[in-house]
């Protein structure tokens, strides 16, 4: 009795290891198609995150395709704009191309008819260089005739001049003779009277060796204009300061005017 009861209870028992082991396989093939699932769910949400960054990216590149076919547009409708007024100008510029043909045209004809009157001009040059040259000539033969001339007046006017600077230097000696004489008449001769006489003629010969210009120094340069006598320092001073003109009778003199002479 025992004995069939330990049997049943170790069938028993083997059933329910039987069992455990049908579970325990059952619990661990669903563990694993729960791992599977969890494994599948994680792919299928990455892959739906990454469905959605493309979409968020799809639609940001969207979005600034649609910007710019904006801009796109806009710049077709600005160069539709431009293109329509370079056509104008286009359109401009031809009918200037043309009124420019015809006003070269023109001008050709106007050039030809140019040459030609140039080409008469030009034979009526030669005549008139022929004419020219020949008056060239003759005006040439009238210089020489006018340096002559010019040259026989000069000589005329310096004979001139030096025969005027000789009457007023004939003059300032006949007027000091004069006053001279003047002063000799009445002068008292008697005896004593001679000697203060000469002593006054010796004073005024002294007075005049000195220069009139300056009174102190002695006369050693001559003017050969005029022929006038004064000191070097008054001649050169007059000279350098451009009042090239005698002191006594305005006579111009130049560089080589003036002369150097010695009394002894």
């Known amino acids: 009795m025992q004995a069939r009861e330990l049997l049943a209870k170790k069938h028993e028992a083997q059933a329910l290891m039987s069992e455990m082991e049908c579970t325990t396989q059952a619990f661990e093939e ?26 968020i990216k799809s639609s940001s590149i969207h979005k600034l395709m649609q910007e710019e076919n904006a801009l796109l547009q806009s710049q077709v409708n600005s160069l539709s704009t431009e293109n329509t007024r370079l056509m104008g100008q286009v359109a401009l510029l031809e009918e200037r191309e043309k009124t420019s043909e015809a006003s070269v045209k023109a001008l050709e004809r106007e050039m030809s008819l140019k040459l030609q009157t140039m080409d008469l001009h030009k034979s009526k040059a030669v005549e008139g260089v022929l004419a020219v040259q020949e008056a060239e000539v003759r005006l040439g ?26 009457l007023h230097r004939v003059q300032e000696e006949v007027g000091s003779l004069k006053r001279r004489v003047e002063k000799y008449k009445s002068r008292d001769w008697s005896v004593g009277g001679g000697d203060e006489v000469l002593l006054e003629e010796i004073k005024t010969y002294k007075v005049k060796l000195n220069c009139p210009c300056c009174s102190t120094r002695r006369k050693d340069t001559v003017l050969t204009k005029c022929f006038h006598v004064f000191c070097a320092e008054c001649i050169r001073s007059r000279y350098d300061s451009r009042l090239r003109k005698c002191p006594k009778c305005g006579a111009a003199f130049g560089a080589n005017d003036f002369h150097k002479i010695y009394l002894s």
Do not use: Y
Not at 30 to 55: G, H, P, T, V
């Open 30 to 55: 669903a563990q694993e198609q729960n791992i599977r699932l969890l494994q599948q769910l994680k792919e299928k949400d990455d892959a739906n995150f990454k469905l959605m960054s493309e979409r």
């Open 141 to 166: 033969e009238s210089e020489n005739k006018l340096q002559a001339a010019q040259k026989a007046l000069q000589a005329k006017a310096e004979q001139c001049e030096r025969e005027v600077n000789n």
